[in-house]
């Protein structure tokens, strides 16, 4: 009896032991896409590319009072992070009066209206209203969203009739426009007015109209108007203090406002964001990039490299734009750029003819080097980084060609996308990289699988962004990486690769993607049929290991 009860006790414990390590599990497992809402599961409707319904694209975006339209695709899958912050920026937005519209860019349809509204990655957010849409260039995230509508929902501008009210303005927005008017000036009133239409779209630019003069006057004599009629831009910084810019209306006769507004509520130098690249693209200037170590190391050295950008900026005011970027964020823009990676800090500059220029990494970064860096660049002195490649490329011998994989250059990689009968396949990486080497060892042998079982419908392709410059509409933040362009849609933004670097987890997302249909056997298709009997076998043995070992658990309770 004593022997039965020490079992009974030794199984209770073992069924204990058992459940709690898989409930320890249960709770440690981290959350992977699917705990996550769905794609456009947020918002008040669905809106489609196409039809003549009141919930088609065409329709929605004609609304006289303005929507806000978030574009996402069920096919982007870092798109359903998003969802939280759109479904609480949904409520927020009723409230307010407004409406949320969501749309999927993923369908055939959707084609030209990418191109239309300039949507160039997702998710993107758009305000649209009379047929025209405005990108939004802020964080999305719900109080910034529901700002965003409250501001559209607005007049572009507010009035304000003493010094006390200019006061409060500018210190409640990060930039703010005062214009500060008589009567008299209304040609000035007018321009002031369309500019604050022009930029309303703007999240961070706000508009007062001041036609006192008293309260002008207290202005200038508190030297926060320098003159009365003027405009005045005052930009709060983020270290507390204030940058002012004046415009005088006798000088502005020749000045484009909104344009003067666009370049001045910009910092003289900021980090580079997502959210700010657009707005400095917009000022049609070059762009002078500074790459930093983001480590907290190297934070001492990259405050000094900073500080010698700012006074490189103050020289070529409103002649060039200048950002910092992080090597963490903007790593791989340097390798595009024709920069060495992972040596900081780097200058280059980024043009609006797609030409790319190189600061030598060899020289010490100063305002001096970097003046005259500039200098020479404005006095077409400079030679484009891809006619140095081109230089570098013809004095070395070519290399062969892999199988069916084809290697490309900035000549021939859009007249290999664009195959309307293949869905094309492009890898974008850096030759001589340790890392991207391993990953090519994966891709080339998902390329002998695809050829072995005569799939001919994927084409693939392989660009080296370390000797070529590829096209902007192409994503090389994260390198090395795998675009789709489908046979049915050969119009940006294409899908891209996020899963780990092996062959089985590529080439199953193959049929996920492709818009011709693909066929595999079974869910190895990295394996031949030698490797697959093997594999089998390799499972069967597990399996019956496993049973064994669940049998002799049993048995010992």
């Known amino acids: 009896a004593m022997s039965r009860t020490w079992q009974l006790l030794i199984g209770i414990l073992c069924l204990l032991h058992a459940l709690c390590s898989t409930i320890q599990a249960s709770a440690t497992v981290a959350p992977d896409a699917s705990d996550q809402p769905p794609v456009m599961s947020a918002g008040h409707m669905n809106a489609s590319c196409s039809g003549k319904s009141s919930t088609s694209l065409p329709k929605v975006i004609k609304s006289k009072k303005g929507i806000l339209l978030g574009i996402t695709a069920t096919s982007c899958r870092h798109c359903r992070s998003f969802e939280p912050h759109y479904a609480e920026a949904a409520d927020s937005i009723k409230e307010l009066g407004g409406k949320f519209v969501r749309v999927d860019m993923d369908g055939r349809s959707c084609q030209d209206w990418r191109e239309r509204i300039g949507v160039e990655g997702l998710p993107a957010i758009k305000w649209c209203k009379k047929g025209k849409c405005f990108h939004y260039h802020g964080k999305q995230t719900a109080p910034e969203l529901s700002a965003f509508v409250a501001k559209q929902l607005k007049p ?3 009035t304000g009739n003493s010094f006390d009210s200019v006061k409060s303005f500018m210190n409640a927005h990060d930039v703010s426009v005062v214009a500060f008017l008589s009567e008299s000036d209304e040609d000035d009133f007018e321009d002031f007015k369309d500019s604050a239409k022009m930029l309303q779209a703007r999240h961070n630019v706000f508009f007062m109209a001041v036609q006192s003069k008293k309260a002008a ?17 005052s930009r709060n910084l983020p270290s507390g203090g204030v940058k002012r810019s004046y415009l005088s209306l006798a000088e502005g006769s020749e000045t484009s406002l909104s344009k003067w507004i666009s370049s001045k509520s910009l910092l003289l130098v900021d980090e580079l964001t997502g959210e700010n690249f657009k707005m400095y693209e917009d000022l049609r200037l070059p762009m002078g990039i500074m790459f930093l170590n983001s480590s907290s190391e190297a934070s001492d050295a990259s405050a000094k490299a900073i500080a010698e950008l700012e006074l490189t900026a103050a020289h070529f005011l409103d002649k060039m734009v200048f950002v910092w970027a992080s090597s963490e964020s903007f790593g791989s ?3 595009t750029l024709g920069l060495k990676p992972n040596i900081f800090p780097s200058f ?6 797609g030409h790319r220029y190189a600061l030598d990494q ?11 860096f500039c200098d020479s660049f404005l006095k077409g002195q400079l030679e484009p980084v891809e006619i140095q490649r081109k230089k570098r490329r013809l004095s070395k011998p070519k290399t062969a060609q892999y199988g069916s994989i084809v290697e490309l250059e900035a000549e021939t990689l859009e007249t290999f996308i ?8 492009v890898m974008f990486y850096v030759s001589g990289s340790s890392e991207h080497e391993i990953f090519i060892k994966h891709w080339r042998k998902a390329a002998d699988r695809l050829e072995v079982m005569n799939i001919s419908s994927v084409m693939m392709g392989q660009f080296d962004v370390g000797t070529h410059t590829p096209p902007n509409y192409i994503s090389t933040d994260k390198l090395p990486s795998i675009m789709m362009a489908p046979a049915n849609d050969k119009v940006p933004p294409f899908r891209y690769y996020h899963g780990k670097g092996k062959v089985r987890p590529f080439m199953n997302w193959l049929p996920e ?15 031949d049929a030698e490797m697959r009997k093997a594999y089998e076998e390799q499972m069967a043995e597990r399996e019956q290991r496993l049973k064994e070992k669940q049998k002799n658990a049993k048995n010992e309770l």
Do not use: G, Y
Request: charged content about 25%; some cysteine.
């Open 217 to 233: 006057e207290a202005a200038v004599q508190a030297e926060w108007a320098e003159r009365f009629p003027c405009i005045v831009l």
């Open 418 to 425: 664009q195959n309307t009968r293949k869905d094309v396949v």
């Open 362 to 372: 060899d020289v010490s970064v100063t305002q001096f080097s970097l003046r005259k």
């Open 156 to 158: 572009p501008f507010e």
């Open 513 to 527: 993607v492709a818009s011709i249909p693909i066929h595999f056997e079974n869910d190895t298709p990295d394996l």
């Open 348 to 353: 280059a500059l980024n043009t609006m003819d």
């Open 333 to 335: 823009r340097m390798v």
